[in-house]
């Protein structure tokens, strides 16, 4: 495998929060040989046009445990200045109800409110307090002023809530009458944890996103993923999914391509050890002319700035899918040809073969049957276990 640190030759063109967010001991803040991680993350894109004095109530999943959370707001598409004037921190029970006594405020350089300028964004103050890995958060905010394009993650996998007016503080579901299927504002959760923790970002697609896995359920790959590396013997415990369906390497479109928001959506973040590449068939099966060798050159691009940004890269293999509408011939042959790349350039700091765990062995072009989730070229849940499993966990690990 191509070392951590090669030179750059290319420049590229329920025990959940100890009761849930209660006040941590003094010494544990005060104590030294501390970072922090991300413990959940998604991609930002546009979501529409931003709709003042509204409120969410953002469902997401955790990782790596830690301390002193603190919560990203982005926007990052937006055209102007968004206001958030109340958030809070909590533990969900059930639906939009919150466990009794979590919900916490959050502040902002000590204030209750912050302005998120145009295509900027904003962190949460540290919230004292343990959060368990595998919890289900819930953070509240109500956006008082904001207008023009809104910033979020469109196809959550998870059902989330809304209300108009200020509804933050509430515990109870009462006033959250209405749902959504995105994520708004909200593209990253930390903690604080020893420095020998770490965690990896899932730079991919629809299939790193989720779809066709079972929604309300955390079964995407990166979600059994993330419960595998808890249970394991390893230093990498934070996994953020940022997967966006559509997504390609090499063209914006279904958001802005892997190569144009790699900074953001993966280096920008705390704790990060390792990018996994998973990304590729959306420019394959476009029929743009996309050649084999300019999937390549994308590769080597994300190797070069994630190597030089001290992060190392384990790639995947693209997955087949045949029967799907687009594919033909000559995007297999260019598959096949990028794949052959992957396994056995030492370009990359680790390399899974799903397309060998997906791949049916009487007709290797196509999904498994078993792995399919009904349209050819998005494994369902069982698929979605199969590949997180295929993953070695040392590779997640690659610190030199």
């Known amino acids: 495998m191509r070392p951590r640190y090669a030179h750059v030759r290319r420049l590229c063109a329920v025990v959940l929060i100890t009761t849930c967010l209660q006040a941590a001991p003094a010494a544990a803040q005060a104590s030294g040989g501390r970072h922090d991680v991300i413990t959940w993350g998604a991609s930002a894109d546009r979501l529409g046009d931003a709709v003042a004095d509204r409120s969410y109530r953002l469902v997401v999943h955790t990782s790596a445990a830690g301390d002193d959370l603190r919560i990203r707001l982005s926007n990052a598409f ?27 405020r959050l502040t902002f350089g000590g204030a209750r409110s912050v302005t998120a300028p145009a295509g900027a964004t904003v962190y949460s103050d540290p919230l004292p307090g343990r959060l368990a890995a595998g ?36 515990e109870n579901a009462a006033g959250w009458t209405g749902t959504t299927g995105s994520w708004f504002y909200l593209d990253s959760v930390t903690v604080r944890t020893g420095t020998a923790t770490g965690a ?82 959306n420019d394959i099966k476009a029929h743009t002319g996309v050649t084999a060798q300019d999937m390549i050159d994308g590769y080597l ?75 050819h070229l998005h494994p369902n849940d069982k698929g979605m276990q199969a590949m997180a499993d295929a993953v070695d966990l040392t590779s997640l690990d690659c610190r030199s």
């Open 78 to 104: 937006g055209d102007r200045p968004v206001t958030f004037d109340s958030a809070y921190a909590g533990l969900r029970r059930q639906g939009a109800e919150l466990v009794p006594g979590s919900n916490r």
């Open 135 to 170: 919890a289900d958060l819930v953070i509240s905010l109500h956006v008082a002023d904001a207008a023009g394009p809104a910033t979020g993650h469109g196809m959550a996998m998870q059902t989330s809530y809304v209300a108009q007016g200020d509804h933050t503080a509430e």
């Open 301 to 375: 691009q994300i190797i070069d700035r994630a190597h030089a940004a001290g992060k190392c890269v384990v790639a995947a293999t693209v997955a087949p899918f045949k029967g799907w509408s687009e594919w033909d011939p000559a995007a297999e042959a260019v598959r096949q040809e990028v794949n052959t790349f992957i396994r056995d350039s030492g370009e990359f700091d680790g390399v899974t073969d799903f397309d060998r765990i997906l791949r049916s062995p009487y007709d290797p072009e196509r999904v498994m049957p078993f792995f399919d989730g009904g349209d």
């Open 200 to 281: 990896v970002v899932a730079l991919g697609d629809s299939i790193t996103d989720g779809w066709a896995s079972s929604s309300d359920a955390n079964r995407r790959w990166p979600d059994y993923l993330a419960r595998r590396l808890q249970k394991a013997d390893t230093a990498v415990k934070g996994v953020a999914d940022e997967g966006i369906s559509g997504n390609k390497v090499l063209a914006d479109g279904a958001g802005q391509s892997a190569l144009n928001r790699l900074d953001r959506d993966v280096l920008s973040h705390p704790g990060v050890r390792t990018v996994f590449l998973f990304e590729g068939v």
